[in-house]
């Protein structure tokens, strides 16, 4: 059972905006920053996201992220078929000592 | 731009050692601003952590708790690369095995890029 808890399953329509959840606790995410990945089918998984909110040069700005407490949102607006993908976030864990990964969200775009 | 290159067998007997390599071009190992990582994706879907190995004025090794004792990350500084071993392998050690950079600040922590991963069977 993964650490940081994510819906299994999301799904929007081309077009709408999708929001993924990634939920931790006070030695998580609650005192460390997030990362998010996407993993196209058959590939490595791709760094999104970092310290919760900031894109890399290449990320579309219709990915963003957010944090509040102990939880973590990735947003995805303007959604097109190429974002279907699985959907991790990640942080360190205090109290583990250890990197801690959620167990994936897969987005459908229908 | 950074790429890491695996190579490595995929198929390991049970009992044996796991080994594979991450060659790096862009970047080096000896860097003093990156971390080098393994982490394993299980057949299931879910990402792991394995381990990691760093250069700040001396090698350090970090490694998750569910390997720390089966598990070696080493660099190799003559060739700009580094490896994974994982001794006493069983079926459970079945997953694609991925390499990657691991960018670090305060509090911080986020993995760019990763390598094309490795499908690792363990089987008799």
């Known amino acids: 059972q993964s650490v940081l808890m994510q819906p299994p399953s999301v799904s929007a329509a081309p077009g709408q905006n999708v929001t993924i959840s990634c939920s931790g606790g006070s030695s998580s995410i609650g005192n460390n920053y997030v990362s998010w990945y996407q993993q196209l089918p058959g590939t490595a998984p791709k760094y999104l996201i970092s310290d919760n909110n900031k894109r890399p040069s290449g990320i579309p700005d219709r990915f963003s992220g957010s944090r509040s407490g102990t939880s973590a949102t990735l947003g995805i607006t303007g959604l097109q078929t190429g974002d279907e993908a699985h959907y991790y976030c990640?942080?360190?864990?205090?109290?583990?000592?250890?990197?801690?990964f959620g167990a994936g969200t897969k987005l459908t775009v229908l | 731009q950074v790429q890491l290159q695996q190579s490595g067998p995929g198929l390991v007997r049970p009992s044996q050692t796991l080994s594979l390599t991450c060659a790096i071009s862009?970047?080096?190992?000896?860097?003093?601003?990156?971390?080098w990582s393994w982490i394993r994706q299980s057949p299931s879907g879910g990402l792991e952590w394995l381990g990691r190995t760093y250069y700040r004025s001396k090698w350090y090794h970090n490694y998750a708790v569910s390997v720390k004792s089966r598990m070696t990350v080493n660099p190799d500084t003559s060739r700009n690369q580094f490896s994974l071993q994982l001794n006493s392998v069983t079926p459970e050690d079945t997953a694609v095995y991925y390499c990657a950079r691991e960018l670090v600040g305060p509090r911080t922590n986020w993995f760019d890029p990763w390598g094309q991963g490795t499908l690792v069977t363990v089987s008799s």
């Open positions: 862009g970047d080096s190992v000896s860097s003093n601003s990156a971390s």
């Open positions: 990640a942080t360190w864990d205090d109290s583990l000592s250890d990197v801690v």
